[in-house]
């Protein structure tokens, strides 16, 4: 489910016990869970509560790192 569209970026939203199967083939094992996808394949993958400052940063060296 796509919760958001910014410029280029997509923000989703998944309920993992509705939705096991797609949890057991991104190997999602604590919640919550980060993917950043490229291209369909996920390049990073973040578990645990992060700060918002934690996330514009690993986002912004994603974009950096991976020319989204």
Do not use: C
């Amino acid at each position: 489910m796509i919760m958001g569209s910014y410029n280029f970026v997509k923000i989703g939203k998944l309920n993992v016990d509705d939705n096991p199967s797609t949890a057991t083939k991104y190997g999602i094992r604590g919640i919550p869970t980060l993917l950043f996808f490229k291209g369909g394949e996920v390049v990073q993958q973040v578990t645990g509560v992060k700060s918002k400052a934690e996330i514009k940063k690993i986002t912004r060296i994603l974009i950096l790192k991976n020319s989204f």
